[in-house]
């Protein structure tokens, strides 16, 4: 890879509104290559750096289910035990049966329906959330619940692969409930301390991180034009997707689930293996990771970010072993320059 040519195409792909963030290229547990480039803060002129810290939206799905998987390591969950027998009654959607379990949750099989649309390309189903539950009242995952909690059920558990955001919301009160503790604090000392994610924290953002970029929507037309995030997403760290981190701290999580320092080999294989039903697709999904699968075996295992002001996508080459992670702090630009690394790096990437 010729590094100072793909630091030429990020600074002009920054310099046409395109891409804001931070890129790392990481193999045997160190960076090989790694870039920043746009501006952390419009408004101050602050300019993004390798030690910004970001917003990932769904990336946060892989320490949430790293969490409850150590906790079903432990004996403390199981993957086949009904979730009536673990959330408490307040906090059992009106579709949730004693045939859904914790495996249906991880693997987006459960049919339960989720708060918002997944399949409309603009924010607006999902920021028409915050008309009914302001964003300022999201601090934990039971907040969510009165925006999914009387729906119907889409499909029976265990049926079809639906990725919905719910699941993991209810991941997080399931992982509350056997605890007794804030799904963030569980979270942080499970995962983020035992993986050395220092960097990384489930902090509410109307509380200023530290070093945190703020999230900007793009639009094009007539000119590039922007607005933050501060009203589109929730203020609180949720389950499903409100992860604090940086490439670094990332690419740390991923060296430490396939070299087995947070979870057994059996859980490991099973969150790195596609557990919805069988399926030729090229896109798979196991227990909170996203997966590539080739000819029957998985090239390519992390997970994508997409929330507004937020785009981000964490991806390990197997047979490689090498892991890029690129974080943006606009609703754009993650996938495009994944590909592109990919392919200055030679290491194949079948995702269109």
């Avoid at 150590?70 to 027998?85: A, N, Y």
Wanted: charged share 20%; glycine share 10%.
């Amino acid at each position: 890879m010729d590094a100072g040519l793909v630091r030429e195409w990020l600074d002009r792909r920054a310099a046409d509104f395109l891409f804001s963030g931070a890129v790392l290229v990481w193999r045997e547990g160190r960076p090989v290559f790694e870039h920043a480039a746009g501006l952390a803060h419009r408004g101050h002129r602050v300019p993004t750096t390798m030690r910004t810290r970001f917003g990932v939206a769904s990336v946060t799905k892989l320490v949430t289910a790293v969490t409850a998987l150590r906790l079903v390591d432990r004996g403390v969950l199981r993957l086949d035990q009904p979730l009536t027998e673990v959330l408490a009654p307040e906090h059992r959607p009106r579709a949730l049966t004693a045939e859904h379990t914790l495996h249906h949750l991880l693997s987006h099989t459960s049919g339960l329906p989720n708060y918002h649309d997944d399949d409309d390309p603009t924010w607006a189903s999902y920021t028409s959330c915050w008309d009914r539950v302001p964003t300022y009242h999201v601090r934990g995952p039971g907040d969510l619940l009165p925006l999914f909690a009387d729906l119907p059920a889409v499909s029976p558990p265990g049926a079809v692969y639906q990725y919905a955001d719910a699941n993991f919301i209810l991941v997080g009160l399931a992982i509350e409930a056997v605890t007794g503790r804030p799904f963030a604090d569980v979270a942080t000392a499970e995962v983020l301390v035992t993986a050395g994610m220092a960097d990384s924290g489930f902090e509410d953002r109307d509380r200023d991180p530290e070093r945190l970029a703020t999230g900007y929507l793009v639009t094009d037309e007539p000119a590039p034009m922007w607005r933050n995030n501060d009203y589109s997403v929730p203020a609180g760290a949720l389950p499903d997707g409100g992860l604090i981190t940086t490439p670094h701290d990332l690419a740390r999580l991923l060296d430490a689930l396939v070299g087995g320092g947070l979870l057994g080999p059996r859980t490991t294989a099973a969150m790195t293996t596609p557990q919805g039903p069988p399926s030729g697709d090229l896109e798979r999904y196991g227990y909170g990771c996203q997966l590539v699968v080739e000819d029957g075996e998985v090239t390519i295992i992390g997970h994508s970010g997409a929330d507004p002001g937020v785009s981000a996508l964490v991806s390990r080459y197997q047979a490689a072993a090498t892991t890029i992670v690129v974080l943006c702090n606009y609703d754009r630009g993650a996938f495009p320059t994944t590909k592109y690394l990919a392919g200055a790096l030679g290491l194949p990437d079948p995702r269109a």
